[in-house]
């Protein structure tokens, strides 16, 4: 147990159609994250969020939109997504207003798989 | 885009062994992580050291950091098989918040 659930563990999901990932943390944390991570490829940073504010968005196409309604909350919005999205997707957090120099604990992901 | 690389992409090991695997990134940093990630699991934090320390140790790991040759290590000494692992460097550049990772060493530990 992280501390950090996402959900859904799993997602198939149709080109056309509209999903989105939760991400909860128990541990008191000011700072959420969204990384994707592709077979064979690092780790991709998507968005960051501290104290509910965007900090960081790294070029993120506009069909993946993100929402952090409190500190402990965090949702990626899917739509229309393309074949080359099916990845894992991983929330982490961390605490902190310095969030850059502190450990990130992380959910198991969500699997997304586009047909 | 990448910051760190990992070194060997895969090492296989027996029991006991020790492992090291190494980490070069290109840019001056804030800090370097290392974390853990089992297979279909999410990833595990083992170690942070920050530009101004040299080593540090976390029960049976050693991280060392080289800032002017731009590289890491970490050692796992006497191995076991739940060390079976993917294991990623990740690097917080100087001035910026972003966190970077590296493509990770898969770590097979044989019984």
């Known amino acids: 147990e992280t501390g950090v659930t996402q959900t859904p563990r799993h997602l198939v999901m149709g080109m056309t159609n509209k999903k989105s990932l939760k991400c909860e943390q128990h541990l008191g944390h000011n700072a959420m994250y969204w990384y994707k991570q592709s077979a064979k490829k690092p780790l991709e940073l998507m968005f960051v969020y501290n104290f509910k504010e965007q900090t960081e968005n790294n070029s993120v196409p506009s069909r993946f939109s993100p929402e952090c309604p409190n500190s402990s909350h965090l949702f990626l919005h899917l739509h229309t997504l393309q074949p080359e999205d099916s990845a894992l997707y991983l929330c982490?957090?961390?605490?902190?207003?310095?969030?850059?120099?502190?450990?990130?604990?992380f959910g198991d992901g969500t699997r997304l798989s586009i047909l | 885009s990448q910051q760190g690389e990992e070194d060997p992409q895969a090492l296989s090991i027996q029991e006991g062994e020790n492992a090291t695997m190494n980490c070069s990134y290109k840019t001056s940093i804030n800090n370097l992580q290392w974390y853990r990630q089992n297979s279909g699991r999410g990833l595990v934090h083992l170690i942070l050291?920050?530009?101004?320390?040299r080593e540090k140790h976390s029960g049976r790991l050693r991280v060392t950091l080289d800032t002017s040759k731009k590289s890491s290590s970490l050692l796992i000494t006497a191995s076991r098989a739940a060390d079976t692992a993917s294991y990623f460097c990740?690097?917080?550049?100087?001035?910026?918040?972003?966190?970077?990772f590296g493509a990770g060493t898969r770590l097979t530990v044989k019984p």
């Open positions: 982490a957090s961390s605490q902190g207003q310095d969030y850059s120099n502190q450990p990130q604990h």
């Open positions: 990740a690097t917080v550049e100087y001035n910026n918040n972003d966190m970077r």
């Open positions: 050291i920050r530009s101004n320390e």
